[in-house]
């Protein structure tokens, strides 16, 4: 997780959208991962990118990747109170056989 | 028709015990994991198996020994638990396979909370 850095917590507001960033160090994965964890819940896969991509988009899901910058976001349109959950970002480590995650952001979504 | 299972969900022990986590995958997957959740959330890679054989084993401690009956199943045995194993271990699978081709989006089990008393 020391290679894969998110903003611990954000708040938002029902029907506004939630952008939640990432940065990551090994330029050679070659995918890039969105989890999400609901309150005593394993992980969902929500989306990944392939790392030739720039942009992907899945409904309320749009992922942006930065190679350059090794940045990676998520960004949730219309966000509703049941998308409150705990959002990992995760990129495939060197020996191809396990994922670095970060340490997740917390995504508050209010009323 | 869940993809991928581990029992207990939750186990309560107290320190010195041993005990095993067992994961199951009906995804004809070739590859299994093993992650540790910290109470900080933080995610961590312990083991890997592609076709019952190890592939990664991340400095974890001797006692922990996985197991792997066939492709289908990774087994976690704990042995003389301590206070810090207290975490939810998390099983997971995906179709990389062992030349590391194809894709490694991972499914996981929905966890397995362990408290060490």
């Known amino acids: 997780g020391e290679d894969v850095e998110q903003s611990l917590f954000l708040s938002v507001r029902e029907g506004d959208s939630s952008v939640i960033n990432c940065t990551y160090t090994?330029?050679?994965?070659?995918?890039l991962y969105w989890y999400k964890q609901e309150p005593g819940a394993g992980l969902q896969l929500l989306t990944y990118i392939f790392s030739n991509m720039d942009m992907k988009q899945d409904q309320r899901l749009t992922v942006l990747l930065n190679k350059k910058d090794k940045h990676l976001s998520l960004r949730i349109a219309d966000t509703q109170t049941g998308d409150s959950a705990i959002y990992f970002c995760a990129e495939d480590s060197n020996s191809g056989y396990a994922l670095n995650f970060g340490k997740g952001t917390s995504l508050l979504v209010t009323p | 028709d869940t993809a991928v299972s581990q029992t207990p969900k939750y186990l309560v022990t107290q320190m010195g015990n041993d005990k095993s986590i067992k994961c199951e995958q009906n995804?004809?997957?070739?590859?299994m994991y093993w992650y540790k959740q910290d109470s900080k959330k933080f995610l961590k890679i312990m083991f890997s198996?592609?076709?019952?054989?190890?592939?990664i084993n991340e400095t974890v401690p001797n006692r922990f020994s996985p197991k792997s009956p066939d492709k289908a199943h990774l087994n976690l045995h704990i042995n003389s638990l301590e206070l810090g194993d207290s975490a939810v271990y998390f099983c997971a699978s995906s179709r990389l396979d062992s030349g590391g081709q194809g894709t490694d989006t991972q499914y996981f089990g929905p966890g397995t909370r362990l408290t060490v008393l």
């Open positions: 090994d330029s050679s994965s070659t995918y």
């Open positions: 995804l004809g997957h070739d590859t």
């Open positions: 198996y592609n076709n019952k054989e190890l592939i």
